[in-house]
């Protein structure tokens, strides 16, 4: 089986059909690790499409505050204008798919998918000494997760941990052989908003036979983004990150 693994996407179109076209033909099935919506100006549109189209899908942080599962006490000021609007312009459809979202970590053959960490949906697995933490509580041996928006992860090896980089700058896929006595961390990294420092759309794919994972990168139209979010009135800051990848 040869799953599209997607995260992150945050209502942005532009990138969500720029990594489809570019995915086109690599997959079999396709699993969405959270965060659909929030931040972008196209939350009916990655909804939507998620809901038609992807096999299984964890909620994320911003999925729960849109929905109005979570108050947003907890967000910075431009992800809480953006999850207001959200909420002003989701379909009821939409919103009540979007409260129906399975909190992670859930089991997906001999692996799980999940958003933020396997032991807590919202927290943020960004360091070394935070995944080596997990070693004694992974269930199963490669979890797909999301939420920092940072491509690439963690090996964790009886060694020491080893960090996997993201897919270098000059190139558009890199890909990860997984050994078998090895526990893994993975991140696809965020189709709508990357944070590591590179602006394209980031997915990955996970070919269980080969028990290979392929990392890619791909440019999109961030100024027709950008355009979208400044045109629904999002604050200025999010339009200004797509094209820092920050
Ligand atoms: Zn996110």
Redesign the pocket.
């Given at each position: 089986m040869r799953y599209l693994i997607l995260s992150?996407s945050?209502a942005n179109r532009e990138a969500l059909e720029a990594t489809l076209a570019r995915a086109q033909g690599l997959w079999d099935e396709v699993l969405c690790l959270g965060?659909v919506v929030?931040y972008g100006a196209d939350p009916n549109f990655c909804v939507e499409w998620t809901q038609e189209n992807a096999k299984r899908c964890v909620r994320?942080?911003?999925d729960k505050a849109c929905a109005g599962l979570d108050d947003l006490e907890w967000f910075n000021a431009a992800a809480k204008a953006s999850a207001v609007w959200t909420q002003s312009v989701l379909s009821e459809p939409n919103i009540q798919w979007l409260r129906g979202l399975a909190k992670g970590p859930l089991i997906i053959e001999n692996f799980q998918i999940l958003h933020g960490s396997p032991l807590d949906e919202d927290e943020y697995l960004l360091q070394m000494h935070e995944a080596r933490q997990l070693l004694g509580y992974l269930e199963v041996p490669l979890s797909f997760f999301?939420?920092t928006?940072v491509q690439g992860g963690f090996q964790l090896h009886r060694n020491g941990v080893i960090r996997i980089p993201p897919v270098p700058r000059d190139v558009e896929r890199s890909e990860c052989h997984l050994e078998n006595d090895s526990f893994y961390l993975i991140n696809p990294g965020?189709v709508g908003?990357p944070r590591d420092g590179d602006p394209r759309a980031a997915f990955a794919t996970y070919d269980t036979q080969e028990r290979l994972v392929t990392y890619y990168r791909v440019a999109y139209d961030i100024t027709a983004a950008q355009k979208r979010i400044r045109s629904a009135g999002l604050p200025e800051l999010l339009a200004r990150r797509l094209g820092l990848g920050q």
């Open positions: 992150d945050h965060d929030g994320g942080n911003h999301g939420h928006h965020s908003q």
